[in-house]
């Protein structure tokens, strides 16, 4: 790209980046999107606001060789709002990149294995983490980032705050869970969180890679072959017998 380009170039890119902030996108949907202007600019060397249509097929078709579906769809997005806030200029055959449809069923754990998988896990911090991910059905980093003020025990519910697409949402919290809830606090008293890391006085989750390390020695342990680090919640079938309830969650 010669200097004149390159100019052009990091003058577009720049907008692009100051559209996705006025758009409301989200640091990882930024991210997303400007890579793909990134990564189509170094695959023909030039500013992409003058490639052709022939040009853009001819990119998207080497990027389905050499990289995942997702990786596609992104960068087809970012391409298309990079067209139309940056350029301003129509995305005409956007049909032409379409991902293949498929109906995979995911992979869920029977309650008997959740139960083995919970009964199993040493660690008391990872047992009531999986316990409260399990049966309230919440993704990795929505448990993560529980609080104790997310914690209604009068209406039995958790508040789970910018979940998937930065949404809210209320879930149900069984009877059982809000006593292990209760218990593990105690442990620690945290003043804000329920899965701090090990340094309590900081405001810092439990290490998520720790977590998903401990996970997949757990399904090892029990011998389940699934690639299991969420699952809709299911009906409670466990019980623990050290978790004791106490008021000083959730009131």
């Known amino acids: 790209m010669n200097s004149t380009d390159l100019e052009r170039f990091n003058s577009l890119y720049e907008q692009h980046l100051t559209n996705l902030k006025l758009q409301g996108k989200r640091p990882a949907t ?13 695959f023909f060397d030039c500013c992409p606001d003058a490639l ?31 067209y139309r806030y940056t350029l301003n200029k129509q995305w005409e055959w956007l049909n032409i990149v379409r991902p ?5 069923l995911p992979d869920v754990l029977a ?7 919970i009964s199993l896990t040493q660690q008391r911090r990872y047992q009531v983490f999986f316990l409260a991910l ?12 529980l609080t104790v003020q997310d ?6 519910q958790i508040h789970v705050r910018n979940g998937k697409g930065g949404k809210d949402r209320l879930v149900p919290l069984p009877q059982r869970t809000l006593n292990a809830l209760r218990a593990y606090w105690l442990t620690h008293r945290h003043p804000k969180l329920l899965f701090p890391a090990r340094e309590i006085m900081t405001n810092k989750t439990m ?14 342990d029990c011998g389940i072959n699934k690639p299991i680090l969420k699952q809709k919640r299911l009906n409670e079938t466990l019980s623990l017998n050290e978790i004791k309830s106490s008021n000083d969650l959730g009131r």
């Open 100 to 104: 293949p449809r498929s109906k995979k």
């Open 30 to 42: 930024i991210d997303a999107y400007s890579r793909a202007v990134r990564r189509i600019a170094q």
């Open 111 to 117: 309650p008997e294995q959740v139960a083995l998988l």
């Open 207 to 220: 290490d998520r890679g720790g977590v998903q390390k401990a996970m997949k020695q757990v399904l090892k």
């Open 151 to 156: 914690i209604d025990a009068h209406t039995m």
């Open 52 to 82: 052709t249509t022939l040009q853009l097929k001819r990119y998207f078709a080497n990027l389905i060789e050499t990289h995942s579906w997702s990786t596609v769809k992104l960068d087809r997005n970012g391409s298309q709002f990079f």
């Open 134 to 145: 399990y049966f309230m059905g919440l993704r990795l980093s929505e448990g993560l980032n």
